[in-house]
């Protein structure tokens, strides 16, 4: 089984290495081995300011998403603010609606002849914002990202005993100055691992600059890459491959760092650990400003740019001068139900999200039982195998995985059924689901698997009577949450889309691409519509979110 | 024995093998096969594939036309991008076996892959009825006639300032740059070959005006995008105000349905393109593909794509205001079909085009 | 090794990467017997025991249970844990949350294939035995501490594994049970004829429960033999020290007499005692002596020393006396309240041991 992992893992990646040294694509006779590719990306303007842009949204992106969700999390996990309990889910809610549909959304909103954007130039004369500059992009791509900083470092926070924010009290701090002082230095290795995180996310970051940065040509290396599959009107593999190389080796170190720093905030916390009960600080007048701010970043950051897809979804036509009620129709809808590939594609991401969502969950338990407190080498190994798809931009792995399912006999004739996209999906999200199962099976004492063994269960029967039934209501959390990021999943199946393996989002980009905006509308909502079902269906379970 | 003969020997030897079989039995070629041979032959092959860039709603009319007339045979037809659809075919045709027919609006890439080898010949008494230019080797044969000009938003740009002309657009450019400054659009040349195509075809025809052309683009500071239905959505919503170079099959389509858009046709020369067809040399359904080829092209196939496709017709005996012959009426002398052959390669050569797309952003992007 | 021996352990060695925890541990468990490891925490004792459960990976040695090898290092034998068919009380009771008291114990039996009417029957015989029929359907949450020991315990039993295995057994109990629970537990493997194998690192719980001790230290055995041996004959200092409440003074040997040495402790104070290694003149030493041994003297004689009582202490059952020697404390117990001043302490030297 390892070894089938293995190859499933590294089997795309030497084929994206392997492009990335050829002169052609790797089927055609004519290439040989040449480091043109990247002799050409290295000569291309494009590629540097693609490469600055990256910079600036990776920097900028962690330097919004780190303080807001430090103090976010501060907020909620630490201080007596009124109605924390309905706002611990909107607060999460970006991390699984589709960037694409973000981006969508922002334009249809705030865009210069937005619905947002035409109704404050009626009441203020100008809008002085502009939807597609950088400034406007790296702003969104750390407000979308905040939910990710408030995620670890609320988990940080809970562990921490409410004493030593006490003991600063007494001595006459405010609860700011608490938080500042005491609270959030005190989870800094926690901060550290997730200002690595939005790092890393931030060189991944596809959905958002694809479709906010094209009018002013701000590009990013993963757009970047994507345009490279038109530049010089024939496939550009290699050129593709030579970027996505650059990306891993800026990536893959990244995803090491965040292993080691990963194991040293687990550490830090275990020491601060059995905390003694807690106590909330009382925020008094604080908590108006509190409140504001957090209802001023939900609104900018999801009502906003929801509204306006759920918006776009209904109208005809839109912008300066138009009346929307004139305008309103269920056409999209009516289209997205006529055609075939559009229900097809609505099929096929509930059947990826929940039949392919449970059987990678079952992949990734069986994977996590296998090294499951089996501290050898070979455990070692698949945890490095299973960290290495995070590292590779969604887009090229797809691509890999269209190539593999193209080239290797016995899986060419599953290349236009839904398992390429299912196997795409769930090598991409390896790491993501293993740390759901590992964290759920780290819950199991091992005593209680130990005690199994003692008297008389081999390590199978083990797994199968004690463990697996232990972490139940664990398993059934992984299934919706990798349900909700299969739905919200775009850029892995754009190279996949065929007949037969149409999902909604690789549909969305691709749709976005040839500018059908009506159909984007529709099935962006309904994208919406079935991650939030996933969301209230794990609410309704008491699903944490979060571990 | 054949084992020792080198490739070549042996390729021949099969092919003397196969002569002589046909000479034993006095087979007929296999090129004139009439009709109802051809429908029987496909009906036995059940099946086709096509790729095409056509959009699913438009490409059912046709198919749905195609399967009443041959319920035997499974159309299964997959929308893709230009790109997309080259790339997949030349990797699924290194793998094995791809579609059975493309059919693409990038006439350049779909000329590559014909002289690539990749398609194999057909001759009916349809594809007799092309025009020369439509009809390259009896391979690629041009299906549509769709011609190319300029889509501005009727609420916001005043109906003295919609150019008539190429000079027309380039004078309201630079008369009232401030006005339409960030609010022109057009293709990036960059991301889509269609466009690309187009602005070279620009270079060639337009002469010394292209270069003003690409002045006033650079004064203005055009907005690229990369495909019509984007640069559509942001002329009717106002964000621009005219694109350029916009497919007007495309436009004719969405202006039935929102009366803000607008379409010229330009009165001193309009590109013409046409969406090229062929069949895959690897066919795995030869003949249901020659039948589809045969429909499309047929009266009645371009009869579905004048008026119910909102494609234009490119057969001369097809009457209507989208075909080939209504635009004669209209334009005259002015349209310019870009011929299908090997004169669209000339851009795919590597520096061409790097040098082409320099010159572009040297002075697009000039403020 | 006679036909009673039961579990053998030959030249044990352990280490978690290249850091040591067992260095050669041999030992042997004869059938009805109580055997105690006992140790400071890191001794290793904890990891021999799980060692010979096949929880732990040892590198070198053998083990051996009712003369089935179930570990060889050197011949590549390592039978699994769910193989050895040892019965392990762990520290924390390990019982399965999402099995009912019934299934928990029920489940050996379920692994080994008997029938479900006999596995009733033999469940019900083991609970009832353990005074815990009542509880059967009861999930393991709704159970007090003392009642998840004892279903740990009835798990264990329910297949009689020849050897049982207890790892710190009433560590989870709080401080008053205990006691009531080690004698109910010795008496119950005595009453069952139990071989077992217990880890605990409180020597009077050692003493109590067991038939013979061995004391580990840094993954070797110190020292083993009865509980009276190890707290009366104690053959190293760090044995003297953990056995028992002790004196422990540092000091330099002034004179040596045959088996008895005299130290000079402090400004002086001169104490006689057992010589217990080789230690010559001049050289430093440490002395130690039971508190117990140490007595409240009415005036000065031999093995006498005249000393200053800081405090004493009323612990209920006696008085605590505790002393200024030099820079070091001593303490002694009697009977009644002291008040301070100079006292006369007598040292016995069969009972001070000079290491």
Request: glycine share 8%; net charge positive; proline share 5%.
């Amino acid at each position: 089984m390892v070894a089938a992992l293995a190859l499933s893992v590294f089997f795309p990646l030497g084929l994206v290495f392997y492009q990335s040294v050829l002169s052609g694509p790797f089927f055609m006779p004519a290439a040989r081995l040449s480091l043109e590719a990247f002799a050409f990306i290295f000569d291309d303007p494009d590629f540097w300011s693609a490469t600055k842009n990256t910079l600036i949204i990776a920097v900028g992106m962690s330097v919004i998403a780190i303080p807001l969700g430090a103090i976010l999390a501060f907020i909620m996990v630490r201080t007596d603010l009124p109605g924390r309990r309905w706002l611990e889910t909107p607060i999460l809610i970006p991390i699984f609606v589709s960037p694409v549909v973000l981006g969508f959304g922002y334009v249809v909103s705030l865009g210069p002849v937005g619905f947002f954007s035409v109704w404050f130039e009626q009441l203020f004369g100008s809008v002085p914002w502009n939807i597609y500059s950088m400034t406007s992009i790296v702003l969104i791509a750390g407000l979308t990202h905040v939910p990710h900083v408030y995620l670890y470092s609320s988990s940080a926070l809970r562990n921490l005993g409410s004493d030593v924010e006490e003991a600063a009290r007494l001595s006459g701090a405010s609860p700011f100055r608490v938080a500042r002082d005491v609270s959030i230095p005190m989870v800094s290795p926690a901060l550290l691992y997730v200002g690595v995180l939005v790092f890393f996310l931030g060189f991944e970051i596809f959905g958002l600059p694809l479709i906010l940065g094209d009018p002013e040509g701000h590009l990013v290396l993963t757009t970047y890459l994507y345009k490279l599959t038109n530049k010089l009107g024939t496939p550009s593999y290699h050129l593709m491959a030579a970027v996505a190389t650059c990306i891993i080796a800026v990536t893959f170190p990244l995803v090491l760092l965040q292993r080691v720093l990963l194991k040293s905030a687990q550490r830090f916390v275990a020491v601060k650990g059995k905390s003694a009960r807690q106590r909330r600080l009382a925020l008094g007048g604080w908590k108006w400003v509190a409140l504001a701010l957090i209802g001023a970043w939900l609104v900018l950051t999801i009502v906003v740019p929801v509204a306006g897809v759920a918006l776009r979804s209904v109208v005809s036509s839109w912008g300066a001068g138009i009346n929307l009620l004139e305008v309103l129709t269920l056409d999209h809808f009516r289209a997205v139900f006529e055609e075939d590939t559009m229900i097809r594609s609505i099929l096929n991401s509930v059947l990826i999200g929940t039949l392919g969502g449970a059987v990678a969950v079952g992949g990734y338990l069986l994977i996590g039982l296998a090294t499951h407190r089996k501290p050898d080498g070979l455990s070692r190994f698949v945890d490095y195998v299973v960290l290495t798809p995070r590292a590779i931009p969604g887009l090229m792995a797809g691509l890999a995985v269209f190539w593999v399912f193209l080239f290797v006999p016995f899986l060419a004739p599953l290349r236009s059924t839904l398992f390429s996209v299912w196997f795409a999906y769930a090598v991409v999200w390896l790491a993501y689901g293993m740390r759901l199962i590992q964290s759920a099976l780290m819950q199991v004492g091992p005593e209680l698997e130990e005690a199994g063994r003692l008297v008389g269960a081999s390590r199978a029967r083990v797994s199968r009577d004690i463990t697996v039934p232990l972490i139940r209501n664990g398993l059934l959390g992984s299934w919706l949450l990798i349900f909700m990021i299969f739905e919200r999943e775009y850029s892995t199946g754009v190279y996949l889309l065929s007949p037969g393996t149409e999902v909604i989002g690789a549909q969305i980009v691709s749709l976005w691409a040839s500018g059908a905006v009506d159909v984007v509308a529709a099935l962006s909502l309904i994208n919406m519509l079935l991650v939030g079902c996933g969301l209230a269906l794990a609410l309704r379970f008491g699903v944490k979110l979060h571990d | 024995m054949n084992t020792f003969l080198p490739a070549s020997r042996r390729r021949f030897g099969k092919l003397l093998v196969a002569t002589c079989v046909a000479a034993a039995f006095g087979a007929a070629p296999a090129l004139a096969q009439t009709p109802s041979e051809l429908a029987a032959a496909a009906a036995k092959e059940g099946k086709l594939v096509i790729y095409g860039v056509t959009d699913n709603e438009q490409a059912n009319h046709l198919i749905r036309e195609f399967r009443a007339q041959y319920p035997a045979v499974q159309v299964e037809y997959s929308n893709m991008s230009t790109t997309e659809l080259y790339n997949r075919f030349i990797s699924e045709s290194a793998a094995g076996a791809s579609a059975d027919v493309t059919w693409s609006s990038a006439m350049d890439l779909q000329v590559k892959l014909v002289n690539d080898g990749y398609a194999q010949p057909h001759k009916s008494a349809e594809t007799a009825k092309l025009p020369d230019w439509a009809n390259w080797k009896n391979e690629a044969f041009g299906t549509t006639y769709e011609p190319v000009g300029f889509v501005y938003n009727k609420r916001l740009v005043p109906a003295a300032d919609v150019p008539q002309s190429h000079a027309d657009f380039v004078r309201l450019l630079s008369a009232q740059a401030d006005k339409y400054k960030g609010k022109v659009t057009t293709y990036d040349p960059e991301k889509s070959g269609v466009g690309f195509m187009l602005v070279t075809q620009d270079k060639q025809v337009n002469g010394a005006g292209f270069n003003d052309l690409l002045k006033a683009f650079g004064g203005v500071a055009v907005r690229v995008q990369g495909a019509t239905g984007t640069m559509m959505e942001r002329i009717a919503s106002g964000e621009n105000l005219i694109g350029y170079n916009l497919n007007a099959a495309y436009a004719l389509t969405r202006a039935r349905k929102d009366p803000s858009l607008g379409i010229v046709l330009p009165k001193d020369y309009t590109l013409v393109l046409s969406r090229v067809m062929f069949i895959a040399k690897g066919a795995r359904h030869p003949n249901a593909a020659k039948l589809w080829v045969d429909f499309v092209l047929s009266k009645k196939g371009q009869e579905i794509i004048a008026n119910k496709a909102d494609l234009y017709a490119i057969r001369g005996d097809v009457e209507g205001e989208t075909t080939a012959s209504g635009l004669k009426k209209q334009l005259g002398d002015a349209l310019r079909p870009v011929p299908i052959g090997t004169g669209l390669l000339t851009y795919l050569d590597q520096a061409k085009r790097l040098d082409f797309i320099k010159q572009w952003n040297g002075a697009v992007k000039a403020k | 090794m006679t036909d009673k021996t039961i579990l053998t352990v030959d030249d044990l060695a352990l280490a978690y990467g290249s850091n040591p925890i067992l260095k050669g541990v041999s030992m042997q468990l004869r059938r009805g017997e109580v055997v105690s490891l006992l140790g400071p925490s890191g001794s290793g004792k904890t990891t021999l025991l799980r060692a010979v459960a096949g929880l732990e990976q040892p590198h070198e040695g053998r083990v051996k249970i009712a003369g089935r090898t179930i570990y060889d290092g050197a011949a590549g034998i390592d039978v699994p844990a769910e193989k050895r068919d040892l019965g392990l009380v762990f520290q924390s009771y390990a019982l399965w949350p999402h099995k009912t008291v019934f299934d928990n114990v029920a489940y050996p039996l379920k692994l080994r294939k008997v029938g479900s009417a006999e596995i009733a029957e033999r469940v019900q015989a083991a609970l009832k035995n353990l005074g815990l029929a009542h509880l059967a359907e009861r999930y393991p949450h709704q159970l007090s501490g003392g009642q998840q020991q004892r279903v740990s315990i009835a798990r264990a039993l329910v297949y009689n594994p020849p050897v049982i295995l207890l790892d710190e057994p009433l560590s989870n109990l709080d401080a008053k049970m205990r006691e009531e629970a080690r004698a109910w537990l010795r008496n119950l493997i005595v009453e069952m004829q139990l071989s077992a194998l217990v880890v605990t690192h409180d020597q009077s719980e050692a003493m109590a429960m067991s038939d013979r001790i061995l004391l580990l230290n840094g993954g070797v055995i110190e020292q083993q033999g009865t509980p009276q041996e190890m707290y009366s004959q104690p053959k190293t200092l760090f044995v003297a020290d953990f056995m028992g409440s002790n004196n422990i003074l540092k000091g330099r040997v002034a004179e040596i007499r045959g088996g008895e040495a005299c130290v000079e402790v402090g400004e002086g104070l001169r104490l006689w005692g057992q010589r217990r290694n080789d230690a010559a003149v001049g050289q430093e030493v440490s002395v130690v002596v039971r508190v117990e041994q140490v007595r409240l003297a009415e005036g000065p004689a031999e093995h006498r020393v005249g000393i200053d009582l800081a405090t004493s202490m009323f612990l209920g059952d006696r008085f605590e006396y505790v002393f200024h020697a030099g820079s070091a404390l001593l303490r002694a117990w009697g009977s009644r309240q002291e008040a301070s001043g100079r006292r006369w302490l007598e040292f016995p030297p069969d009972a001070v041991w000079v290491f």
